[in-house]
Each structure stands twice: as C-alpha cells, then as structure tokens.
C-alpha cells in the first residue's frame, strides 16, 4: 500500500549545526504535509507545514523542503540545540480530507 | 485557552475489562482523531469523528474498539475486553471546523498498560 517512510531512523547531530530529517512519500496524490517534533512522553507538536504547490516554506530555525519529482520531503533546522531532540515524522494528507498519515519517524540526538 | 486533554494519563488493565479513555478538544474544535503508537513506531491512524458522527473509523479493529464524540462532553474511546496487544499509547488530535484547516493539535496522551 501507499506509505510515508524515512530513510534514517536516527540522526545524531553537534549542537550549533544544522540537522537534515529526509522523508519519501509514494502517493503523489498527497497535496499536504506536515511534520511533527515528538518529545519523550509527549504527544506531537506541530512544527511547520507545506502544500504541493511550494517547494519551500521557512519557519523560525526550520525550512521544509518539498520535491515532488522525486516525491522527497526534508526537514531542516538550523543551529540546532539540545531541546531539539526528539522524534520528528513528517505527515501527509490527500485531497482535502483531513486524515492524515504518518511516517515512521527519525529520532533526533544532540550532541551537547 | 487550554490545549487537548486526555485522561487518564496512565492506565492499567487486566485482559479481558475494559479500557475508556477521554479526549477533551480544545475550545471551539470540532473534529477528533484518535491515533494509536506502539514503541519505536509512528501514529496510526484510527477514527476521525465530529460531533455526534463517525467520518472515518477504517483504522480502527472491527472488534471490541468503539469510539464517540456525543454532543456534549468529550469524545471517548473504549475498548472491551483489553489483550496485551492493546498496551499502546493512544493520542487524541482536534482540529477546528472547515476543510481548509488540516492541522491537528495533539493531546498527551493515554499510556495502556494491559497485564
């Protein structure tokens, strides 16, 4: 069946570099996505979000990156910082319904 | 305004009773998602309701799994006869009324815990 996947479950990073989360989607009818930061014991919080029609979109230390050639998504955060850590999925959604699918996530570490 | 609620927090059950877990959406919201999470693993998707009615439960087990969201109070999910293959974390999302707005605000979640 159709899935959102990552490509590395973990990411270790140095704090004060940038960190780059990657996720492949295979339903090319998806025309939004989203990704979430999971803290341990936490629910999801939502971090930023992007329609098919961009292929970019910048929020405060994060951008999101879509291709949709190539049907990758990534997560990038700048001068990333120890209350980084976390899961991060990122999500999709088709055609104006609201159910949204999740990834398996990649867990964040960062390095101190 | 108060997020997403979800009580209890923690939940033991022995098999065979049966598990009800609360979500309280937040204010002015009026779709529910339940979403299972196994450890290591992402969210599931379960059910997505509105008030009084079901939109979409095709993540959810056919069996022992029900779930509502009445016109008033909060939205329940409930499980009969628990096995241990039901221990998982179960969170609760609200979104506000209208297509346009797909973003889901996530309560904390309820930890099962089946012995």
């Known amino acids: 069946g159709e899935s959102v996947g990552l490509h590395l479950p973990t990411l270790s990073v140095q704090e004060g570099d940038n960190s780059i989360i990657n996720c492949a989607y295979s339903?090319?009818?998806?025309?939004?996505f989203i990704w979430y930061k999971q803290e341990s014991g936490k629910g999801p919080q939502f971090i930023i979000d992007i329609r098919s029609n961009m292929d970019k979109r910048q929020g405060q230390r994060v951008t999101v990156l879509l291709n949709k050639t190539v049907k990758h998504l990534s997560l990038q955060i700048a001068a990333t910082q120890p209350g980084d850590s976390a899961v991060y999925f990122c999500a999709e959604n088709i055609g104006g319904y609201q159910k949204v699918t999740f990834g398996t996530g990649t867990k964040l570490q960062v390095i101190p | 305004n108060a997020g997403v609620m979800q009580n209890p927090r923690h939940l033991v059950r022995r098999r065979g009773q049966e598990a009800r877990l609360r979500c309280s959406p937040m204010k002015g919201h009026s779709h529910v998602y339940w979403y299972r999470q196994l450890p290591e693993e992402g969210l599931k998707f379960m059910v997505y309701l509105q008030k009084e009615n079901i939109i979409d439960e095709s993540g959810m087990p056919k069996e022992r799994f029900s779930a509502e969201f009445p016109k008033e109070g909060p939205s329940i999910l409930r499980i009969q006869q628990v096995v241990r293959g039901d221990s998982a974390a179960y969170f609760c999302?609200?979104?506000?009324?209208?297509?346009?707005?797909?973003?889901?605000?996530f309560g904390p979640g309820t930890r099962l815990t089946v012995t």
């Open positions: 999302a609200s979104s506000p009324p209208g297509v346009a707005s797909y973003e889901q605000y």
């Open positions: 339903n090319s009818a998806s025309d939004y």
